[in-house]
Every structure is written in C-alpha cells, then in structure tokens.
C-alpha cells in the first residue's frame, strides 16, 4: 500500500504521521499537520512547542562563567561596591538593562544604568562612562555590559585598569581574542554548555538575574518568600526577544510565553501606558502586537540620541510617570 503524502513548500509530511501525532497529544488534525512541516513529529517535542513551562528553562548555570559573574555579583552586594551597567540602545539593550535595573532595585541596590547616544557615540562600551564613574582609591566597583562587550578588548582593559570588575554579558557571535573581564556570560561561546543559543541580550539578562536570586536564596542572603519575581521581569525579555528578531522556539517560546502574559495584564506602569498609547485597549498582547506597535516605540529615542527616555519609561514606577513619558517616545 503506497503512503499518501501532504505536500509542502518546504517539507511533504506523512498523512498517517500527522494522524498518529494528533491522536498522541489530543489536537485537530489540521495543527498535527503544521506541527509535521516544521518537523515537529514526537509527541513529547510539539506538546513542549504548544505548551511552553517556565518549569522548563535549563539551569542559568549551565552558562559559561556564570557562577563566577553570580559569585561576583553577591560579593558586590554583601560589600556595597557601586554597581554599574551598560546595555546597548536598541530595544534587546535597553530591555535588559531596564530588567537588571529592577532587579537590583529589589535588592535595594541602585544600579548606575547607561545606553549611549547612537548619533554622537556610536555602539559599544564607552571609555567616558567608564572614567567618568571610576572608583576612589578605596572603593570597588561592578560593571556589567548588556548585549555588547563581547568585542570590547580595548574597554574592558581601560576600565579594569581603572579598577572595575567587569561581566560581559552578550548574545553577539564571539570573536577570537575575548576582553580580559572577570567572567564573560555569553551562551555562543564554543565551550558553553547551555543548551540553547538563540537568546537575545535580555535573555542572558534573564539568566544572569535568575543565577544570582537562586544563589542567593540558597545561601540564605534573601528569604525565598521576598526575593524578586523573576516572571515579573519576562515583560522585559518578550519586548526585547522579539524586538530583536530572535527565534520563538525553545527556551525563547518559554521565555516569551510567559512575558507575554506579563505584559497582558498591563500591572506595569510602562505596559499599561503603551498598550493605551498604541491601540491595545483590552486583551492579549501578541508578538505581532510588539513587533508593530510596542517595540517600534521604544525603539524611536534611541535612533534620535535619546535611548535614556525609553529606559526610564521601562522603569518608572508610577502612571502619571508612565504617561508623562509615552508621550515623548510618540
């Protein structure tokens, strides 16, 4: 008896596959049949792909020098060094700096954040951010990039010789020679054993905050009852993951899921104001929704210079605030 086949552009699927596939994990037929063309034929994999858990997500410390940037991290809290981060200016930049801003916030560690001007300063780790918030002779200090530094030899000399610590966390392709910083956190490097690749800078972001609140209930230094909502912070990572033009599969389509859902409850200042501002009155926000009428927002100031607008809208923490500032992003 010959197999009948469905034919697709991209990949002809077997009929009964599909049949087989729908039974296993209860769905109409028709979806068995998407799920078959993107190569999505095990039970166990397309139920994963139609229901993302954030029980799910690999461990943060599967990362490459994430327990040394999470050692360093609590050390800087326990001793009170100033802390500093740098992201970039797009949306990914300026999501995951917002993201470690709130964290740190809950940690009652107010964080110096910083995204530079694309007009005058250009992409990259800026020399006068770094002089200009050097520690004294006697104090220590943190630095942490988001989403760039991975390329930032010269930087990351000029600020350790200044006496900063420094992580580097990125999602860029690494190149040869790797700045000399404390602990690089970057899930493309050859020898990182994190399992998936495809994160966007606020996503290693995600990570880096995850590894730190996990370490540091372990060790008691944070109750677990009060320590950061971490599926607070996924808005961030759904706006910038997607913003980004990153890959909605695995560990992303958890991450995204979830922020989603965060960001459809509009119990954010920033969220409740864009949704209003750009049409979205009720209901679920979707990934079309960021990529057309949310990202594109906070993506304007920073190609007019401003990126700090879009960070401060990010973080505000009231609605009149909120308000104040969608209006300047529109």
Known sequence: ????????????????????????????????????QRGLTDPGTASAFLNPQLADLPSPFLMKDMDDAVDLIIQAYTEQWKVLIHGDYDVDGISGTALLSVFFKNLNVNAICYQPDRLT??????????????????????LITVDCGISANDEVEFARERGYHVIITDHHQPPEKLPAADAIVN?????????????????????????VRNRMVERGLINRDKAPNLKELLCF????????????????????????????????????ALCDRAGIKEGAVTTEDISFRLAPRINAPGRLGKPEISFQFLTCSDTVSAMELVDKLE
């Open 1 to 36: 008896m010959q197999t009948k086949v469905i034919r697709h552009k991209t990949m002809p699927v077997e009929r009964e596959r599909c049949q087989q596939l729908a039974l296993d994990i209860k769905i109409p037929y028709g979806l068995a049949v998407i799920l078959c």
């Open 121 to 142: 300063e250009g992409y990259g780790l800026q020399k006068s951010f770094i002089d200009k918030h050097r520690p004294s002779d006697n104090d220590r200090a943190l």
């Open 187 to 211: 899930p493309q490097q050859n020898d990182c054993s994190f399992p998936y690749k495809e994160l966007a800078g606020v996503g290693v972001a995600f990570f880096l905050a995850m590894g």
């Open 237 to 272: 990572v759904a706006l910038g993951t997607v913003a980004d033009v990153m890959p909605v599969t695995g560990t992303n389509r958890i991450l995204v899921k979830a922020g989603l859902e965060v960001i459809s409850t509009r119990s954010t200042p920033w969220a409740w």
